[in-house]
T-cell receptor, first 111, second 114 residues
Framework: KNQVEQSPQSLIILEGKNCTLQ??????????LRWYKQDTGRGPVSLTI?????NTKSNGRYTATLDADTKQSSLHITASQLSDSASYIC??????????FGKGTRLHILP | ETGVTQSPTHLIKTRGQQVTLRCSSQ?????VSWYQQALGQGPQFIFQ???????GRGNFPPRFSGLQFPNYSSELNVNALELDDSALYLC?????????????FGPGTRLTVL
């Protein structure tokens, strides 16, 4: 069954600290993996998109990694800011155009 | 801002009623996908419209239906509303099929069914 699992479910860190969010998937055959940031009550905003051949991609303080062999991805946030408080959703596309969303990790940044 | 707009922003309906949600895609995009997001959950794929034709459908009953117009804007219709239909409804547009092209999401419509 094609699934996307994210961990942790929620995370609280202090402003300025780094954190890493995890995504494991069983989607096969794989097309691409995306990370989105979703503020409460708003639509998701794309952070990174990676295909099978890419194993890292950065967008400012956000760096995503992909290990297609182990079917794992991570999103690393450096020097967190209060505005990073949001849900982070991992999304994996199947090669036949199905898109599977994870449930997200809820990140809280404390001052 | 992504350029994708949705209306209305909030809506309250009662069980059994019908609702129509609207989405205007980003300029140049020919594909619109609709998602249902329950509180605390990830979005669930409802269906995708590519060049005015339905192209892919998730595990939703037939009372969820849609349309895409020649200008690529789209509607989501839900008949015989149930309490569990209460959710944030998101639309996303892309230039081509969503699985291989970047999607841009609208702000969503919050539907409450009483």
């Amino acid at each position: 069954k094609n699934q996307v699992e994210q961990s942790p479910q929620s995370l609280i860190i202090l402003e300025g600290k780094n954190c890493t969010l995890q995504c494991n998937y069983t989607v096969s055959p794989f097309s691409n993996l995306r990370w989105y940031k979703q503020d409460t009550g708003r639509g998701p905003v794309s952070l990174t998109i990676m295909t099978f051949s890419e194993n890292t991609k950065s967008n400012g303080r956000y760096t995503a990694t992909l290990d297609a062999d182990t079917k794992q991805s991570s999103l690393h946030i450096t020097a967190s800011q209060l505005s990073d408080s949001a849900s982070y959703i991992c999304v994996v596309s199947h090669r036949d155009d199905k898109i599977i969303f994870g449930k997200g990790t809820r990140l809280h940044i404390l001052p | 801002e992504t350029g994708v707009t949705q209306s209305p922003t909030h809506l309250i309906k009662t069980r059994g009623q019908q609702v129509t949600l609207r989405c205007s895609s980003q300029s140049g995009h020919n594909t619109v996908s609709w998602y249902q997001q329950a509180l605390g959950q990830g979005p669930q794929f409802i269906f995708q419209y590519y060049r005015e034709e339905e192209n892919g459908r998730g595990n939703f009953p037939p009372r969820f239906s849609g349309l895409q117009f020649p200008n690529y804007s789209s509607e989501l219709n839900v008949n015989a509303l149930e309490l569990d239909d209460s959710a944030l409804y998101l639309c996303a547009s892309s230039d081509g099929l969503a699985g291989v092209n970047e999607q841009f999401f609208g702000p969503g419509t919050r539907l409450t069914v009483l």
